[in-house]
T-cell receptor, first 114, second 113 residues
Framework: NAGVTQTPKFRILKIGQSMTLQCTQDMNHNYMYWYRQDPGMGLKLIYYSVGAGITDKGEVPNGYNVSRSTTEDFPLRLELAAPSQTSVYFC?????????????FGDGTRLSIL | DAKTTQPTSMDCAEGRAANLPCNHSTISGNEYVYWYRQIHSQGPQYIIHGLKNNETNEMASLIITEDRKSSTLILPHATLRDTAVYYCIVRVLSNFGNEKLTFGTGTRLTIIP
């Protein structure tokens, strides 16, 4: 079972470059999320989506954009990479809004901005 | 939003029960307690969750105090593969009714051979 798949696993960018982190899930989940995790810290929510065509900001959205054209895919875009965006990025999905549904996470994308 | 407090680190001998405490004294009546863990370099993994009653699944048991102000995750027979950071999380609804997980820094559990 694939679950939540993130690509690429690793990437090095130069300051000012742009890139898209890909996330896809095969569980037909309505909710999808992007988190970042800095070294030694917990996860912080960047953006989330409650369904195709609907997205909203999380705690730390600045410098990022998202789109949700299908239920399966939720890409995260960095337009002008900055060193502060060096982090590990996790995508997650869950079935529904109600509190008793757990989130399922991908294995992350490790991004370094130099 | 309800906050959680966990010890920074703990050790447990292999084969013993690992008991991880969590304090969530400001939890509200409709908030669930969730436990996730993160093994080095991997994405967080869901373990268990509960509202009021104690819960058990194939991975762990969750004991929630009667006043719901604290809980304990129990790994009954810890193995080396249980070495990870364990996060205790209270599920929060945002202003628009959509959920987010608020991760703290968790407890780093080390299983000792």
């Amino acid at each position: 079972n694939a679950g939540v798949t993130q690509t690429p696993k690793f990437r090095i960018l130069k300051i000012g470059q742009s890139m898209t982190l890909q996330c896809t899930q095969d569980m037909n989940h309505n909710y999808m999320y992007w988190y970042r995790q800095d070294p030694g810290m917990g996860l912080k929510l960047i953006y989330y989506s409650v369904g195709a065509g609907i997205t909203d900001k999380g705690e730390v959205p600045n410098g990022y954009n998202v789109s949700r054209s299908t239920t399966e895919d939720f890409p995260l875009r960095l337009e002008l990479a900055a060193p502060s965006q060096t982090s590990v990025y996790f995508c997650a999905s869950s079935y529904a809004q109600i509190s008793n549904q757990p989130q399922h996470f991908g294995d992350g994308t490790r991004l370094s901005i130099l | 939003d309800a906050k959680t407090t966990q010890p920074t680190s703990m050790d447990c001998a292999e084969g013993r029960a690992a008991n991880l405490p969590c304090n969530h004294s400001t939890i509200s009546g409709n908030e669930y307690v969730y436990w996730y863990r993160q093994i080095h370099s991997q994405g967080p993994q869901y373990i268990i969750h509960g509202l009021k009653n104690n819960e058990t699944n194939e991975m762990a048991s969750l004991i929630i105090t009667e006043d719901r102000k604290s809980s304990t995750l129990i790994l009954p027979h810890a193995t080396l593969r249980d070495t990870a950071v364990y996060y205790c999380i209270v599920r929060v609804l945002s202003n628009f009714g959509n959920e987010k997980l608020t991760f703290g820094t968790g407890t780093r559990l080390t299983i000792i051979p």
